[in-house]
């Protein structure tokens, strides 16, 4: 093919059917579809160019290139010995110093990643003065557990009770008092956070906990650890939400996700489970961006933010890989001006930091998921949905800093719907390209929509570590809007992806602007109406509904999003300030739909009912 094209093709060549047809590809392995499929998309390339990993001169977690070969084997012949125990997955291992320099001095070539193994931390942040004060707390019963792999827990506290402690460091390790104290205050603030903090009230009671000690309070594995958290959460498949404030101090790296992070998200894609995980603190003013595994794209990611919902000092940024929106959201962490209340061995103290503000996002997910009966994507959605509101365009200093926002304390805030909205929550599994429904009986007034509307959708999609920035493989993409009378969508954000006319100029739209506009490859997706004093109201078309479409794009393997659960938060605002909930619920139920409101009250009886003991006589 160089030969015969003088090693250069141009655009002209490339349409010019004399010169390129189908029958000169006879005596040739590749079609001319593909061929020139292939041509297209590299003429899009400036530069290319190896990047190889250097010896990080510590012990460190290697990633290799896939070689479709045995990792072990593959070490032994270059006279590295690895325990299997030592080994992530089938190209991940964890290699000491010396085992490091053989593998950089004979094949440097077959090592993709390399990042230093966590082993400092500095979890606890702005420790003040301890109180004594003995506090009392009532018998557990029917309530929801939440789960926390942390450092060690105390169980001489007040709150022991209501704690299952599994201690999972090493008996030869010693351990000393310091290195209970980070994990058994952020144990307090997920077991009785609202007592400790009355400011902090959110309305959720109080949870259990099953607490698992990893690591101690100063140095620890994070290979060890990360192996751990996929059998902890194996054999406690029971829970649904799990609290992680342990992180390190090294920024991530802009290339690809960390091994740890990368696990967390495959352990999400296999189990019906969501991380909560804190921002990572600053480790001094050098360090800016986030560190590992603050970069797991399915966990929900939570910064801190002081009382008066400013960044704290010692937040760090995102965003991960140069396009994924972390952290997630943001809450009140503590800081000089209102510290977090927490309980310690040596009893109550202030504290701040990420970690501190994570827990909190933990109670609240757990509510919605243990408690109101919500599946994650909901779950997780709602609580985005509601830090977000109707802020369409944030800076990009503001979503590094915040991620979507700052999440409302009550928590019916977050579930309940405003006088002048319409809010109603989807959820379905995409099966195939287009998963839909058409059927959204909007009120009208004077056959015309007196709203603006926004959507949030989330879904936990499977990720491949060794794509680079190109992460996840699935990428699920939502229209909403009215449907015109050719059946096309008429969608709030104008989202021309996914188009039938796709070669038509109108609707093409290059990878760059999907990703920009519409967050192509994300797994949260926002998009949304402005609501200002302007606002007017919508004209309808033959069909008197609205339409949602969800389609599905995968990178690698076709069935990659097959089976993923997708969740989306519709919200229409009154734009004149009227109450049209009861019209809707009305409607829907005229046009055959079977309503299930979100009523609290109802939903924390059937949990109650469910989760009693039944005695058989």
């Known amino acids: 093919m160089a030969k015969k094209f003088n090693s250069s093709i141009n655009n002209e060549i490339l349409k010019d059917k004399t010169q390129i047809n189908s029958s000169i590809f006879k005596n040739y392995p590749m079609a001319q579809s593909p061929f020139k499929q292939v041509i297209a998309d590299v003429s899009y390339i400036d530069d290319f160019e190896i990047e190889y990993s250097e010896n990080q001169g510590e012990q460190s977690i290697v990633t290799l290139y896939d070689t479709k070969s045995d990792t072990k084997k593959i070490l032994n012949s270059l006279g590295i010995d690895i325990l299997t125990s030592r080994i992530l997955d089938d190209q991940t291992v964890f290699l000491d110093e010396n085992q490091l ?27 003040q003065n301890y109180d004594n004060k003995l506090m009392s707390i009532p018998t557990p019963k029917i309530e929801p557990t939440v789960g926390v792999i942390d450092t060690l827990f105390d169980k001489s506290v007040y709150f022991n009770e209501w704690v299952e402690y599994y201690d999972l460091v090493d008996d030869n390790i010693p351990k000393e008092p310091r290195d209970y104290n980070h994990g058994t205050a952020v144990t307090s603030i997920i077991v009785d956070g609202p007592i400790l903090n009355p400011w902090l009230d959110d309305g959720c009671g109080r949870f259990k906990v099953r607490h698992f000690g990893v690591a101690t309070g100063s140095n620890f594995s994070s290979f060890s650890i990360t192996k751990q958290i996929k059998e902890i959460v194996t ?26 992070s990368a696990i967390l998200d495959q352990i999400q894609f296999e189990n019906n489970i969501i991380f909560v995980v804190a921002g990572t603190n600053k480790p001094n003013e050098m360090i800016e961006k986030i560190g590992s595994p603050a970069d797991s794209i399915n966990s929900m990611v939570v910064n801190a933010v002081t009382k008066t919902g400013l960044s704290a000092r010692y937040s760090r940024k995102g965003i991960v890989l140069s396009f994924f929106g972390k952290p997630d959201v943001s809450y009140y962490g503590g800081s000089i001006e209102k510290y977090i209340k927490v309980c310690e061995p040596l009893g109550a103290a202030d504290v701040a930091g990420t970690s501190f503000a994570a827990p909190w996002i933990s109670r609240k997910l757990s509510y919605l998921i243990d408690v109101l009966g919500l599946n994650r994507e909901i779950a997780k959605a709602l609580i985005i949905d509601a830090a977000r509101d109707w802020n369409e365009n944030p800076t990009a200093d503001e979503l590094a800093l915040y991620g979507h926002g700052i999440v409302p304390i009550r928590i019916e805030d977050i579930v309940q719907t405003k006088k002048d909205e319409i809010k109603f929550l989807v959820s379905d599994v995409s099966e195939k390209w287009d998963t839909y429904n058409y059927n959204f009986p909007v009120p009208l007034q004077n056959n015309m929509y007196p709203y603006v509307a926004r959507a949030t959708m989330c879904y936990f999609p499977m990720c491949e570590r060794t794509q680079g920035v190109d992460y996840t493989n699935t990428e699920l993409n939502i ?60 004209k309808s078309y033959t069909n008197k509904n609205w339409g949602m479409s969800v389609k599905t794009n995968n990178r690698l393997n076709a069935n990659d999003g097959t089976g993923v659960r997708f969740g989306v938060v519709v919200t229409l605002k009154e734009i004149n300030g009227v109450n049209r909930i009861d019209e809707f619920i009305s409607n829907c139920y005229l046009n055959g739909w079977l309503v299930n409101e979100l009523d609290i009250a109802l939903r924390i009886n059937v949990n109650q009912k469910l989760s009693e003991d039944i005695e058989f006589e």
Request: glycine share 4%; aromatic share 10%; charged share 30%.
């Open 101 to 127: 320099d053989l593998l950089f001095a004979k094949a440097p070539y077959l090592v993709s990643m390399a990042t230093v193994d966590i082993s400092d931390l500095a979890p606890s942040d702005f420790i």
């Open 479 to 538: 229209k909403f809007g009215r449907i015109k009378d050719n059946g096309t969508f008429n969608d709030i954000k104008g989202d021309n992806q996914n188009l039938d006319d796709v070669g038509s100029e109108k609707y093409y739209l290059l990878e760059d602007s999907a990703r920009k506009n519409f967050r192509k490859w994300d797994n949260v997706k926002y998009v949304a109406e402005k609501p200002t004093t302007r606002n007017q109201a919508k």
């Open 235 to 260: 054999k406690h498949k029971d829970i649904k939400v799990w609290n992680i404030s342990l992180g390190s101090n090294d920024e991530i790296n802009s290339n690809f996700i960390s091994a740890e």
